[in-house]
């Protein structure tokens, strides 16, 4: 089970950072995602870590304005979101991918959990 927060409004140029919380399973077991969806777009990879941190990987549009971090010990995945963008708003959802590997893959194919979402809304 996934349970993502951190959501809400924020200003152009503002920050967030989005938690996700993992009960169930081994969490240094899986990788885990972050995707996004939005009315204007069908969902869109945003970021993923593998089990153990040491692979990350970023969609084209958050380069450099994300940070995707976990903590194994304390079941949490973290999306640092600076210099917000109106495009960024959405929908956020956490993603875990339970195949044992040390990929962080950008397929939404790959995972099998999901968290409920958390929404986010950058104002101009």
């Known amino acids: 089970q996934l349970q993502a927060s951190g959501g809400g409004l924020v200003q152009a140029g503002g920050s967030l950072r989005l938690s996700c919380t993992a009960s169930?399973?081994?969490?240094?077991?899986?990788?885990m995602g972050w995707f996004r969806r939005s009315p204007e777009k069908e969902r869109e990879f945003v970021a993923a870590?593998?089990?153990?941190?040491?692979?990350?990987d970023y969609g084209d549009s958050v380069k450099g304005r994300f940070t995707i971090s976990r903590d194994n010990a304390k079941n949490t995945v973290h999306l640092r979101m600076n210099s917000l963008k109106p495009e960024d708003t959405a929908v956020y959802y956490c993603?875990?991918?339970?195949?044992?590997?040390?990929?962080?893959?950008?397929?939404?194919?790959?995972?099998?959990?999901w968290g409920q979402g958390t929404q986010v809304t950058v104002s101009s």
């Open positions: 993603a875990a991918d339970y195949t044992v590997t040390g990929a962080a893959h950008t397929s939404s194919d790959h995972y099998e959990a």
């Open positions: 169930g399973r081994t969490f240094s077991d899986y990788a």
């Open positions: 870590i593998s089990r153990a941190g040491t692979v990350r």
